[in-house]
């Protein structure tokens, strides 16, 4: 058993301020190295990482992703893109398609879950290899907003699209003491045995229990005897940024199937 690695996952937190010492060459060629030893469909890797080492860029970017000034002070930014247009370059420099005489189909759903999925599945390596390295890090969601900016401030193709976004760096302050926040426990929530199981009401307040008394320790309950699904409800659920993920989402899905 190699209880380092059971350590290091189990007491990894997200880390959202950083110092302003530089990431050495060293450290950082070993952060690349050990992303790219992920699994990934086919060993072909289908992604690419946008490394932002641009001052203005990144401040675009804290811009783009919901005004996260954290963002433009992180030494590291990593735009994660599921990219299937590298692939279809590779068959054209390659001239896949004369050499079998079978034509060319449309780039689809199905190569786009396919791209997400390495994508996502490279960034958490990251995240892992990074806390591995002394780094602390922090996934970006709202990368998924504003696609029109960002499409032409990365000057991203029609299948090289936002699957995730992280800030790495030596952690600012060392919260060794600060609880690692909460999981709902395996024995009851999240598994499901051999088919899937709506959850009565009984077994998501369970599920979610532990995050409720974090909330209330926390005193992040919007109204009296409020639930964590309230708070969401009311600060992501119905939020304006919510809309725009679902918006941008949308125009860079339609773009994937549309341009082909
Ligand atoms: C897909 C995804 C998007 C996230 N987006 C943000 C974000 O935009 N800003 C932020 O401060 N944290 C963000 N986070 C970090 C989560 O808030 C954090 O992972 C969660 O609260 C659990 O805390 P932990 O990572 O410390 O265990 C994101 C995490 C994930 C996985």
């Known amino acids: ?29 070993q952060l690349k190295y050990l992303t790219l030893r992920a699994p990934s469909a086919g ?16 401040e675009e970017l804290a811009e783009i992703c919901d005004n996260q000034k954290m963002i433009a002070n992180a030494p590291i930014v990593w735009v994660f893109l599921a990219d299937n247009n590298k692939w279809e370059k ?4 390659s001239s896949s398609e004369e050499k079998f005489n079978k034509p060319r189909r449309a780039t689809g759903l199905g190569d786009m ?25 922090c996934f970006i969601g709202d990368i998924i907003e504003n696609y029109e900016r960002l499409q ?31 999981r709902p426990d395996t024995a009851s929530a999240i598994f499901m045995e051999n088919g899937y199981k709506d959850l009565t009401k009984e077994d998501i307040y369970s599920e979610y229990k532990k995050h409720q008394a974090y909330f209330e320790g926390k005193k992040l309950m919007p109204i009296e005897n409020g639930t964590v699904a309230d708070y969401y409800y009311n ?23 549309n341009e082909q």
């Open 113 to 137: 879950h396919l791209c997400m999925q390495d994508a996502i599945i490279a960034s958490q390596n990251a995240v892992i290899a990074a806390e591995a390295l002394g780094l602390g890090s």
């Open 152 to 182: 032409k401030l990365l000057s991203l193709p029609s299948h090289a699209i936002p699957a995730a976004m992280l800030i790495m760096g030596y952690p600012l302050n060392e919260k060794k003491s600060d609880a690692i926040t909460p």
């Open 1 to 29: 058993m190699n209880t380092e690695t059971i350590t290091l996952i189990e007491q990894r937190k997200s880390c959202r301020a950083f110092k302003k010492e530089e990431v050495s060459k060293e450290v950082l060629d």
């Open 235 to 257: 600060r992501k659920y119905t939020s304006s940024f919510m809309d725009e993920m679902n918006r941008s989402a949308k125009t860079f899905i339609d773009r994937w199937i």
């Open 90 to 93: 590779y068959f054209t420099y």
């Open 43 to 58: 060993n072909m890797e289908l992604y690419s990482i946008i490394e932002v080492t641009d001052n203005k860029i990144k």
